[in-house]
């Protein structure tokens, strides 16, 4: 899990109502309302897709 | 169609200024913004601000941010949120694309364009691979979305933003292990530079990076030595281990609508490259289009709040809500703040490129004056 749970200027995350979301055919857990790309970061998923001529990986950026 | 007095487009530190000034002396005033969220950027800047007291110095972003967000609720702006300006048409029409889904077009008297500005990235092999990103991107996730983008971390540019970010990597559990500066010299606040070197991040001056390595996502960059010219000295390459690129290496002004509008631009590198021409009021070279924030030179939040005041307050008086003599004395009032925030070494040299727009805009204006004569 890549959840920054606790922060020094920012405090305690309080949990918010997790959900299950499919990825690929593949359950994950994630946080309601949060954004998608931040949902795949804490599930460790880096890459978003794969490019159309070259099958090179992209994520974020 | 839907009509309004003021269209202010773009919600954040500057556009909610804007219409907060606006509303308060009576104008009717619509607030768009592409995100689904208000404040801009100011909800990722949890550090301290500098300045004045006056200035909020000392207060964090997002705590400005909520500020200028109550405000606004109080004042009953109406803001459309999830809403794209696609367009400027003739007769001050904003093609708005709400929800992604429709179309809705809103005819305004005066504008306000406080767009902000979007990354730069810099090019090398491999920096199109998963784990390369802005600095801003890196600290949305991080201060925003509480996930952390990656654990050994370099930062390539050490201006405000890569100091800043890189503190608050740090902050949210990473490992910086390196920033990289391509100048002989470092570029950020001394405060935000010492907080870093204090952690024990190592600083590499003329230094960038040549590579980034990896199948799926970075697992290393080799980084080089840059001589006077900026040129990659042969030889002195090295490889780090990471699996995070962030890029801090400058914004650029979002100008599209004010090209789309017919704005006229001048060029000025401090500022972040192409930005339109405007006078003392945040008036741009078209009538009725005023810009503020980010849009019209890249500065900090604090400015870009009071660049919105001026666009706000001079934008109301045109609409016959504020006296002209006292827009006037107000916005003498926050050209002093202004100046007083663009003072010592960094702010100097906006300053000086601000009074060159400035000056460009008188030319300008004196020149179509003697055409029509």
Avoid at chain 2, 6 to 32: D, Y
Avoid at chain 2, 215 to 222: F, R
Avoid at chain 2, 348 to 365: G, P, T
């Amino acid at each position: 899990m890549n959840r920054i749970p606790n922060h020094p200027i920012l405090g305690e995350e309080k949990p918010g109502k997790e959900v299950q979301i499919f990825v690929d055919g593949r359950p994950i857990m994630a946080s309601e309302g949060e954004m998608i790309a931040a949902a795949l970061i804490a599930n460790g998923i880096w890459i978003n897709r794969y490019t159309a001529h070259k099958n090179k990986p992209r994520g974020i950026y | 169609m839907i009509e309004t007095e003021l269209a202010i487009v773009g919600a954040g530190p500057a556009g909610l200024s804007a219409a907060i000034e606006a509303r308060r002396a009576g104008a009717e005033v619509l607030l768009i913004d592409e995100n689904s969220r208000p404040g801009g950027q100011l909800f990722k800047q949890i550090h301290k601000f500098f300045g004045s007291r006056s200035h909020k110095a000392g207060t964090r972003g997002m705590n400005i941010g909520t500020e200028l967000l109550r405000e606004s609720k109080e004042l009953g702006i109406q803001t459309w949120l999830n809403g794209e300006v696609c367009g400027i048409e003739e007769g001050h029409k904003l093609w708005v694309v709400r929800d992604r889904s429709r179309s809705e077009i809103v005819k305004a008297k005066k504008i306000i364009l406080s767009t902000g500005a979007t990354e730069n990235a810099v090019p090398f092999p491999g920096w199109e691979l998963p784990g390369v990103m802005g600095a801003g991107a890196a600290q949305t996730m991080i201060n925003v979305n509480r996930v952390l983008p990656g654990k050994k971390v370099i930062m390539l540019g050490s201006g405000n933003v890569g100091v800043i970010v890189a503190y608050q990597l740090l902050q949210a559990g990473a490992e910086v292990v390196a920033i990289l500066e391509a100048a002989p010299k470092l570029g950020g606040y001394g405060v935000h530079t010492a907080k870093v070197s204090r952690a024990g991040v190592p600083f590499y001056v003329s230094h960038t990076i040549k590579q980034a390595f990896g199948t799926d996502h970075v697992e290393a960059v080799e980084i080089v030595k840059l001589d006077d010219s900026f040129k990659k000295v042969p030889g002195t390459e090295r490889t780090l281990e990471v699996d995070t690129v962030c890029l801090a290496t400058g914004l650029t002004p979002l100008t599209e609508l004010a090209w789309l509008a017919g704005c006229k631009f001048c060029y000025v590198p401090v500022l972040g490259g192409h930005l339109p021409i405007h006078d003392d009021k945040m008036h741009s070279t078209q009538p009725d289009i005023f810009i503020a924030g980010d849009i019209s030179g890249i500065e900090e939040a604090s400015t870009a709040m009071e660049e919105g005041k001026l666009a706000g307050i001079n934008a109301a008086c045109e609409l016959g809500y504020i006296a002209p003599e006292e827009a006037e004395v107000r916005s003498r009032e926050i050209w002093d703040s202004l100046n007083s925030l663009r003072s010592g070494y960094f702010g100097q040299k906006r300053r000086d490129s601000k009074v060159s727009i400035l000056q460009k805009s008188e030319e300008l204006i004196s020149y179509f004056k003697a055409m029509i004569i």
